[in-house]
């Protein structure tokens, strides 16, 4: 988890300049990737139901996105 943490912070910041604000923002955008990312394999099917999430335990539900 801490490789794909530090990827997607890498990938949001590059080699920008930034404020302390902008770096907040940054990390948690990163946070929300992966809090994001399915708990089990996801099938391709569009019938299927959606897969758990960390976000879901998280915030108790189901996000707009995913009903």
Same mark, same amino acid.
């Given at each position: 988890?801490?490789?794909? @943490?530090? $990827?997607?912070?890498?990938?949001?910041?590059?080699?920008?300049?930034?404020?302390?604000?902008? =770096?907040?923002? @940054?990390?948690?955008?990163?946070?929300? =990737?992966?809090?994001?990312?399915?708990?089990?394999?996801?099938?391709?099917? $569009?019938?299927?139901?959606?897969? =758990?999430?960390?976000?879901?335990?998280?915030?108790?539900? =189901?996000?707009?996105?995913?009903?």
């Amino acid at each position: 988890m801490f490789k794909a @943490a530090k $990827r997607s912070v890498y990938g949001i910041l590059g080699n920008a300049d930034m404020t302390d604000e902008e =770096l907040m923002t @940054a990390f948690v955008s990163a946070e929300a =990737l992966i809090n994001s990312r399915p708990l089990k394999y996801q099938s391709a099917s $569009r019938c299927d139901i959606t897969p =758990l999430t960390p976000s879901h335990f998280l915030h108790g539900e =189901l996000s707009l996105e995913d009903e």
